[in-house]
T-cell receptor, first 114, second 113 residues
Framework: DVKVTQSSRYLVKRTGEKVFLECVQD?????MFWYRQDPGLGLRLIYF???????EKGDIPEGYSVSREKKERFSLILESASTNQTSMYLC?????????????FGPGTRLTVT | AQKITQTQPGMFVQEKEAVTLDCTYD???????LFWYKQPSSGEMIFLIY??????QNATEGRYSLNFQKARKSANLVISASQLGDSAMYFC??????????FGAGTRLTVKP
């Protein structure tokens, strides 16, 4: 059974803290993605990675960075958390090649920045 | 610019009836894929159905079908015989490149008993 796991379901952090959100997949997928989900806005792509140590900016990368040191792990970093980064964060993975590839999602991390 | 548009923030349907959730998209690519995902209140994203831009027939998966009208750039999801468990958020998404998927704002479907 395919699996994408995220380190926390709920997280509360203070403004200015450095925050790490971890995502691990066990499907040997090349692609990994970080989205944030806000009501009325759907899912917006923050960053994605198509290989170890490779990363590409999505639509809203400002205030975020990512790290992919191993194929199975993709980390989202909030260098200095702000209240406008309070959101649901979803990680996903997929195979690299082929016209059709489904994205498999983790359960999400609901982050609150106070 | 918005690439995926879901114009219905919320929809209601009576149990056992069919419902159509609208999705329009914007692309200049010839090759692309269209996806629908379901997100129950528990939060996980569940893949429902896929339609490739070159597929001539509408995709179907059980009670789900995708009404694909390429010239109109629409990819509506049809759920037949609605069940209470179908109550959820539904997201339409499009992939234009291997590494690029964009989602709409979502439609919240409520199935009434």
């Amino acid at each position: 059974d395919v699996k994408v796991t995220q380190s926390s379901r709920y997280l509360v952090k203070r403004t200015g803290e450095k925050v790490f959100l971890e995502c691990v997949q066990d499907m040997d997928h090349e692609n990994m993605f970080w989205y944030r989900q806000d009501p009325g806005l759907g899912l917006r792509l923050i960053y994605f990675s198509y290989d170890v140590k490779m990363k590409e900016k999505g639509d809203i990368p400002e205030g975020y960075s990512v790290s992919r040191e191993k194929k199975e792990r993709f980390s989202l970093i909030l260098e200095s958390a702000s209240t406008n980064q309070t959101s649901m964060y979803l990680c996903a993975s997929s195979i690299l090649s082929g016209e059709f590839y489904e994205q498999y999602f983790g359960p999400g991390t609901r982050l609150t920045v106070t | 610019a918005q690439k995926i548009t879901q114009t219905q923030p919320g929809m209601f349907v009576q149990e056992k009836e069919a419902v159509t959730l609208d999705c329009t998209y914007d692309t200049s690519d010839q090759s692309y894929g269209l996806f629908w995902y379901k997100q129950p209140s528990s939060g996980e994203m569940i893949f429902l159905i896929y339609q490739g831009s070159y597929d001539e027939q509408n995709a179907t998966e059980g009670r789900y079908s995708l009404n694909f009208q390429k010239a109109r750039k629409s990819a509506n999801l049809v759920i037949s015989a609605s069940q209470l468990g179908d109550s959820a958020m539904y997201f339409c998404a499009m992939r234009e490149a291997v590494n690029d998927m964009r989602f709409g704002a979502g439609t919240r479907l409520t199935v009434k008993p």
